[in-house]
């Protein structure tokens, strides 16, 4: 608060409409007359002290401010009852003709929040009309902020006043210049074709919901009741192997079988009734891929050479599987970690189902990533699709690299690799969502990949698995998925893709881009989730830290040391 405003006794007060500097000063009782119009005046109780530039910025309340005619334009903001102000004042609650004034007592306080406005006589200009006057008390040579509306009516109701004043202002108030860092905003995911809600202001609110119990500390080497560590029996009464390295089976419990059937009857003669009611055969077989003989590893914590092997494991297995069931179309290979997630089993693992169709998610972004081939032109100096066309992932990756290069500090990237960049996604879902893209030249899906391309990927992965464990120093459960093209049929031809795939997309594999998405649930700690509940489920997706925060804290915490194991990379 200004010195000595706090003192101020009611005075006469002129206002000069050319002042556009906005001031608020302490709890005073004044009596003010414009006098530009003659007959508004205002009677101002309790405001905050503070005072800002047209601009919104900051300034002192210690040195007047000196009349200018190159003032500046000013900045629009409303008092109203239902408005909100900003720059940290007070709302109007009260807008009342001065010839009522006499049903108040002359020194009324308003309550905390309260701000009385008093006008008379008819007006110049359009009803109601707000003027930004910066007032110089003749006596004190003091600031103080005064919104006077200008009534062309004063003889309404003051009910009728206020109803008015917020009917107007909500159709003529300006808004604020958008700020990410607290103003909610949606963002475009490209590839899946919907929106995500970002609430950054709600990072404030308190939380009273479930809290997760932590993932255990530690683990042993090797758990006799494990299913997965080598020469157990597994849940199905099967022996798993004394395995060295990976290790790959069918899934014991698999989602889906490998049977062919004949497709159903249509459910009626009518078409309409029967497009409510389809049915297709799905056949597909489900294989588990443990990571490691060791019960206590997980990617975060395996060297670069132990991912890497894991990496061969994916890829072999795409091939083969296409080779050995000509009817699979896609493979979907995916890692749950923690039960946050529902894993069961904390021996590090993931899965791969191979399907007779592709997915629906899959195949949104591979309409996406065609579409965009389709509607833009090559970016210089951004790699394309094999075909010539721009790539959507290639030109974000791209994009996003550049951004890094020139602002580090506000960037959304958390690690960048030779051949591959892991960023949180400017549409990311989750609170500390990764993407991570081959960025240097197209690579339609794992098949592809060269052995240094290999090599980086694992290192890729270690680098955000890491990362994510030490943010929060636990073992972070997260789910993680690879998108890529469908499967291929032979080694000679890479870009020949089943026909059946997708009838309408030619050679998906021409448009699709590998990339990898982790998933992970962990909001403000270890032990506190983010649910996809309410809003999410009715609505579309929201997320509350921005994307650029959480990379920002992603990249604060060593991609390189293990906040468990210290400089020394476990040896598999």
């Not at 893209?437 to 990927?457: G, K, M, N, Q």
């Amino acid at each position: 608060m200004a010195p000595g405003f706090e003192r101020y006794e009611p005075g006469h007060w002129t206002v000069d409409p050319t002042f556009y500097h906005i001031v608020a000063s302490g709890t005073f009782l004044d009596q003010i007359e414009d006098t530009s119009y003659k007959s508004t005046f205002a009677r101002v109780v309790r405001l905050e002290a503070s005072c800002f530039l047209a601009d919104g910025t900051p300034c002192s309340l210690e040195t007047p401010v000196v009349p200018s005619s190159e003032a500046p334009a000013p900045k629009p903001w409303v008092c109203t009852p239902r408005h909100a102000s900003v720059l940290g004042g007070y709302r109007a609650s009260h807008f009342i003709p001065e010839s009522r004034i006499g049903k108040r007592k002359r020194g009324h306080e308003a309550e905390e929040a309260e701000m009385l406005h008093y006008s008379h006589g008819p007006q110049v200009g359009p009803r109601p009309r707000l003027r930004k006057s910066l007032g110089e008390n003749e006596r004190k040579k003091g600031f103080g902020l005064l919104w006077l509306p200008l009534l062309d009516d004063s003889d309404q109701e003051p009910d009728k006043l206020r109803e008015d004043m917020a009917t107007e202002a909500a159709t003529t108030t300006t808004p604020e210049a958008f700020d990410p860092l607290n103003h909610s905003h949606r963002r475009w995911n490209p590839l899946k074709r919907e929106w995500v809600l970002c609430s950054p202001h709600r990072t404030k609110r308190p939380w009273q919901g479930a809290v997760e119990p932590p993932q255990l500390a530690s683990l042993p080497e090797y758990d006799e009741k494990c299913y997965l560590c080598p020469g157990n029996e597994r849940a199905g009464g099967e022996q798993t192997e004394k395995y060295e390295g990976t290790f790959v089976f069918e899934n014991d419990f698999a989602a889906l079988l490998p049977q062919q059937v004949t497709p159903p009857a249509p459910a009626s003669s009518d078409a309409a009734v029967a497009s409510l009611f389809q049915t297709e055969p799905a056949r597909g077989k489900c294989y588990v891929i443990c990571f490691s003989p060791r019960h206590d590893l997980t990617v975060a914590e395996m060297s670069d050479e132990g991912v890497e092997r894991v990496v061969e494991t994916w890829i072999k297995l795409y091939k083969d599987v296409a080779v050995e069931n000509p009817w699979i179309k896609y493979m979907q290979i995916f890692e749950n970690k923690g039960p946050m997630m529902g894993c069961s089993n904390p021996h590090p693992h993931g899965q791969a189902w191979s399907l007779s169709y592709v997915p629906t998610i899959p195949t949104t972004i591979v309409h996406a990533q065609r579409d965009y081939a389709h509607a833009y032109e090559p970016t210089e100096g951004v790699p394309t699709l094999t075909n010539g066309l721009p790539s959507l992932l290639l030109t974000y990756a791209s994009t996003e690299l550049a951004l890094h290069r020139s602002a580090p500090d506000s960037s959304r990237v958390v690690h960048v690799g030779a051949h591959f960049v892991a960023m949180v996604p400017y549409w990311a879902a989750w609170p500390f969502e990764v993407l991570v893209i081959p960025h240097r030249r197209h690579v339609p899906s794992i098949a592809y990949l060269t052995a240094e391309e290999r090599l980086d990927f694992a290192r890729t992965l270690t680098s955000v698995g890491r990362r994510y464990d030490n943010l929060f120093e636990c073992s972070f459960a997260y789910s993680m998925g690879l998108y890529q093209a469908p499967v291929y049929r032979s080694d000679a031809d890479l870009s020949a893709r089943d026909a059946r795939v997708a009838e309408t997309d030619g050679n998906v594999a021409a448009y699709t881009h590998l990339h990898v998405g982790f998933y992970p649930p962990l909001l403000r700690s270890s032990t506190v989730k983010k649910y996809l509940v309410g809003f999410e489920l009715f609505a579309e997706t929201q997320r509350d830290i921005t994307p650029e925060q959480a990379a920002q804290r992603l990249r604060a915490n060593s991609e390189e040391v293990h906040y468990k194991r210290g400089a020394a990379v476990a040896k598999e």
